[in-house]
């Protein structure tokens, strides 16, 4: 870090300075438009399509600087490749940033997803600082620099040049250590993220830094801070520690353009997520015995805007081709075959055969892994939930396999992220709270009024957890448990109703034992019933090539619905339902679940009718 003796001469009085700073958040290694889901060139988000936005903007504007906000090397089989294969070049996200004038970045939480030593390796070749503030090593020191002032020559409005020092603070979820705790257990420990910035910001200021941004891999969340806060933006933006902030994590876009994107006067930007935006604050500076903000906004730039996509950068698309080909071969690896289609189209609808088929290969692992363990004798359960199910995700989110051959893509499409299996003990109480969190994903419906919404577009699917193994109905009449993004709980009965094992109704003291990943049983997605379940095994073995594995064990595989949930009775109202347009293609499902198609929605989702 750069002290008060490396300061530059001081401006004069009155100079003015028009800084712009340009940012990417959660990535998730989608680099290319193409789409290894499907197979196939797409005109989807990708850091490629953003490095045209950039080349444009840096022509427009002298004085720009580019950040990135984490969650860049995992998301995609390209990002599964690399680790797999090991790092003997860079990382392709990182050699793709580099070609592309990054100035810094942080890490976000799906960085520590592959391990401590894939990410230090992944970061050492990255010609641009990654700072880290609030995750230091078991033993106190650094695991990566936890800022730095970047010292920049930049072009004044009323001519000349001017040095500006702008400190850089990275931040990040402080719950990666129970996310990845089998990764991370013993080997780091993790600060608040608010108390961190404003202790870093001042030992910035202290070694010169004109400006403080944050790059902070949190959303917006509660107003109030607390120790273990996971989105702090907004304290964050009211502790007056930062000059503008870079925000992620949440997959949200801010702002929406309908104001400057000020939160407690603090410019903040939020640029989506996969590549879908390029993020720009604009500082308008003025030196008053020291550099001030006199003006400040933020906007987001599309990658796919309405007058047609941004083509992807020739250079970034050559550079990547050998990575792109690597992932090909692996992606394209045969295991099996499927007698029915694997969608995830009507999974918030009712039964799903691709959750059944989900479950029936955790429980099969667990059983076998379970032989001879003392509480083998409790019930034993799957959560299993769809993690493509549209939401923010566009009405093309979702996951959608057809009748015929299975490859290694298949399984990846299922299952994104590389969690490990794990079984916890519960109780019935704890059961019934962690099917509220998952009822959450509805609006409430007033019994006898139609075409009203069912469900709530702020709930993610990934945190759809369905417990086969169970039966239950959900009264969407009642108010939910929790708010869609599970940080608010609230009074009431709840919704889940007649919650039954093999006929027999759960009390709130009976034990099971319930197989999920250990993303899930660290309470991640705000299941607080999963956190308080007793760890009773940890298995090495990613979720991913569990469900690989299952299929060509069990080849060729005939997924079938399971009954296990269904939506309590409402006297015959009518509500709406909104999957993604490739749900017409499925009109047997559909019709099982007593759906019926009523036209595209405005939004490009589909509509279909239901009656409750």
């Known amino acids: 870090m750069r002290t008060e003796a490396d300061r530059p001469a001081k401006p004069a009085e009155g100079r003015h300075l028009r800084l712009v700073v340009l940012a990417t958040t959660d990535l998730h290694a989608n680099l290319r438009p193409y789409n290894y ?27 720009c600087l580019l950040f990135d906000n984490g969650d860049t090397l995992q998301g995609t089989p390209l990002g599964d ?59 106190g020191t650094s695991l990566l620099p936890r800022s730095v002032i970047l010292n920049r020559e930049l072009h004044a409005t009323d001519g000349g040049t001017e040095i500006l020092c702008i400190g850089v603070v990275g931040l990040t979820p402080p719950q990666i ?77 801010f702002p929406d353009g309908s104001d400057k994107g000020l939160i407690h006067g603090v410019p903040v930007v939020q ?6 935006h390029l993020g720009q604050i604009t500082l308008d500076l003025i030196y008053r015995d020291g550099w001030q903000i006199r003006d400040a906004f933020s906007c987001v730039h599309p990658v796919l805007p309405k007058e047609g996509p941004v083509p992807a950068s020739p250079a ?66 799957s959560a299993v939930a769809p993690f493509k199910g549209g939401g923010r995700g566009g009405p093309g989110y979702y996951t959608d396999i057809p009748v015929g051959p299975l490859t290694i893509r298949n399984a990846a499409d299922l299952y994104a992220f590389p969690n490990t299996l794990q079984v916890l003990r519960v109780t019935g109480a704890d059961l019934t709270d962690w099917l509220e969190r998952s009822a959450s994903a509805f609006l409430q419906i007033t019994p006898g009024a139609q075409g009203q919404a069912l469900l709530d577009p702020g709930f993610s699917s990934y945190n759809f ?29 709840g919704r889940i109703r007649d919650l039954r094992y093999k ?47 299952h299929i060509g064990d069990t080849a060729p595989i005939r997924p079938s619905a399971q009954p296990t949930w269904r939506f309590t009775p409402l006297g015959g109202t009518d509500v709406t339902y909104e999957t993604g347009p490739g749900a017409v293609a499925h009109s047997n499902r559909a019709a099982a679940l007593g759906l019926r198609p009523l036209g595209p929605a405005p939004n490009g989702f589909y509509r279909f009718g239901m009656t409750l």
């Not at 394209?332 to 290969?361: C, K, Q, V």
């Open 81 to 139: 490749v690399a680790q797999e294969r090991g790092l003997t070049a860079p990382h392709p996200m990182i050699a793709a940033m580099n070609h592309m004038g990054y100035d810094a970045a942080t890490v976000g939480n799906h960085d520590f997803n592959y391990g401590l030593p894939f990410l230090e390796a992944s970061v050492e070749s990255a010609e641009f600082p990654v700072v880290l503030a609030n995750v230091d090593r078991a033993h």
């Open 37 to 63: 889901y499907l197979d196939g060139e797409a005109g989807d988000p990708c850091l490629a399509r953003i490095a045209t936005l950039v080349d444009r903007l840096r022509a427009a504007e002298p004085n």
């Open 465 to 493: 957890d369905v417990l086969f193994g169970l039966h239950y109905s959900i009264n969407v009449s009642q108010p939910a448990r929790y708010s869609a993004d599970g940080e608010q709980v609230f009074p009431g009965p």
């Open 316 to 381: 970034i698309l050559s550079q990547s081709e050998d990575s792109h080909e690597q992932t090909l071969v692996h992606t394209r690896r045969p295991i099996g075959e499927t007698l029915a289609p694997l969608e995830t189209y009507f999974a918030l609808a009712g039964d799903s055969p691709t959750l059944a088929f989900m479950a029936e290969a955790t429980l099969t692992h667990a059983s076998r892994a379970l032989e001879g363990h003392p509480l083998n004798g409790l019930p034993l359960l």
């Open 177 to 253: 250590t129970k996310w990845d705790n089998t990764l991370l257990s013993g080997k780091v420990q993790t600060r608040p993220i608010v108390e961190t910035a404003r202790t870093e910001a001042k030992a910035l200021r202290k070694a010169g830094a004109d400006l403080v941004i944050a790059l902070c891999h949190s959303g917006q969340g509660p107003d109030q801070d607390a120790p273990d806060l996971e989105n702090a933006l907004l304290p964050l933006a009211a502790s007056d520690a930062m000059d503008a902030i870079v925000a992620g994590h949440t997959h949200r876009v």
């Open 503 to 549: 006929g027999r109704d759960v009390a709130r003291g009976d034990e099971f034992l319930v197989v999920t990943n250990s993303y899930r049983a660290a309470g991640g997605g705000h299941h607080p019933a999963a956190a308080r379940g007793e760890t009773v095994l940890q298995s090495p073995l990613a979720v991913r090539k569990l469900l690989a594995d």
């Open 271 to 276: 640029p989506g997520f996969f590549g879908s």
